[in-house]
């Protein structure tokens, strides 16, 4: 298993301005995920973050609005830039343990995010 | 591309009553399926899995599911709600195979009211 710890819980920010979110994990792993989850809505990844290369992003993120960070097998961090309301939503860290079908996900508690 | 169908936004149930929350989902590989439940305030947990074997998968907090390959349909059952399994479920698929990938693909979640 794996404890995912994310900071800020929550914020409220003003338009314009950038949130970089933090996410730690209590164990080594190759990936971390960042997903948004908008209310009303599914999860959407956003993208995957391995350790010592640049991150993938889904189709419809892109880096310049959603830079990630990720200097080490147990942390990352995802800011997100330029926020207009519209990036109001809950953002998720995830790690993923095991390997072939055994594979299993674990969830950060999340960020919400409010932009005025 | 794989898909997740939750045709129900939110599921009423008087404490005591048996629940479903209803998940059918479309996949080109083999499906793997899950369940995840995310209480206020909180990340998404774990509840069930279903990869191989039996149809019915037993979870945490007495929850079950049920696989049907035929309806494509992966359905949350407990026998006896409580108060306290009110919170927000999601539904997910992971694909492997030909036309799949491991991608983690989520419904748009349903909320569970169980009331006294």
């Known amino acids: 298993s794996a404890v995912i710890s994310q900071k800020p819980s929550r914020d409220i920010c003003q338009r314009g301005t950038s949130l970089t979110i933090q996410c730690q994990v209590d164990s080594q792993v190759t990936m971390m995920f960042w997903y948004r989850q908008q209310p009303g809505q599914s999860l959407t990844l956003i993208a995957t973050a391995n350790q010592g290369s640049e991150a993938t992003y889904e189709s419809g993120f892109v880096i310049d609005k959603f830079p990630i960070s990720r200097p080490n097998l147990t942390f990352s961090t995802l800011t997100v830039s330029n926020m207009s309301p519209e990036d109001s939503s809950i953002y998720l860290c995830?790690?993923?343990?095991?390997?072939?079908?055994?594979?299993?996900?674990?969830f950060g508690q999340g960020t919400r995010l409010t932009v005025v | 591309a794989q898909s997740v169908a939750q045709p129900e936004d939110q599921v009423n149930v008087a404490e005591g009553n048996p629940l479903t929350v209803k998940c059918t989902y479309s996949?080109?590989?083999?499906?793997?399926l899950f369940w995840y439940v995310q209480y206020p305030n909180r990340g998404l947990q774990f509840l069930l899995k279903y990869i191989t074997g039996d149809n019915l998968v037993k979870g945490s907090y007495g929850f079950e599911a049920e696989f049907n390959k035929s309806q494509t349909s992966f359905h949350l059952k407990k026998p006896s709600a409580l108060v306290s399994d009110s919170a927000l479920y999601f539904c997910a698929v992971r694909a492997w195979g030909r036309g799949g990938g491991n991608k983690l693909t989520f419904g748009t979640g349903t909320q569970l009211k169980v009331e006294l």
């Open positions: 996949v080109s590989g083999n499906p793997y």
């Open positions: 995830s790690v993923e343990v095991g390997y072939g079908v055994a594979i299993e996900a674990f």
